[in-house]
């Protein structure tokens, strides 16, 4: 059986409105340039912990930051937070570079990160 227990939450994503003024005030938060840059993501590497801006809350229509836990099984713990009583928000699916992502829904209404790295 394959442990899908979480490993930690590395990546936090925040929608933003202002992707320029945005990457500047993280830049200057966090004392590192981007590691990505890009018109639909900019993505900072700090101490181990990755922070990323959407614009516009990006396809996934992000309203608020979501936290991602990363995990060894991304299907195994969205078969397990599903049966505990999450709904599926977004399906695991890949993102590039191996990455699979997911989002669920808790009983509350908050969104909550899966990724699993290959």
């Known amino acids: 059986m394959t442990d899908s227990s979480p490993q930690a939450i590395r990546t936090v994503l925040h929608p933003v409105s202002d ?5 500047a005030v993280y830049a200057a938060l966090l004392g590192v340039p981007p590691q990505n840059d890009s018109p639909y993501y900019v993505g900072f590497d700090a101490g181990g912990q990755h922070i ?38 977004e399906a ?23 990724i699993q790295d290959r």
Not at 68 to 78: F, G, Q, T
Not at 103 to 110: L, R, S
């Open 92 to 114: 695991a699916h890949e993102v590039g570079g191996g990455r699979l992502v997911a989002t669920v829904i808790d009983p509350d209404g908050n969104v909550l990160g899966l």
């Open 19 to 23: 992707l320029a003024r945005a990457t």
């Open 52 to 89: 990323g801006l959407v614009p516009g809350g990006g396809p996934q229509g992000m309203t608020s930051p979501v936290a991602y836990w990363h995990v060894p099984d991304i299907e195994a713990k969205l078969a397990e937070v599903i049966a505990a009583g999450a709904t599926v928000k």
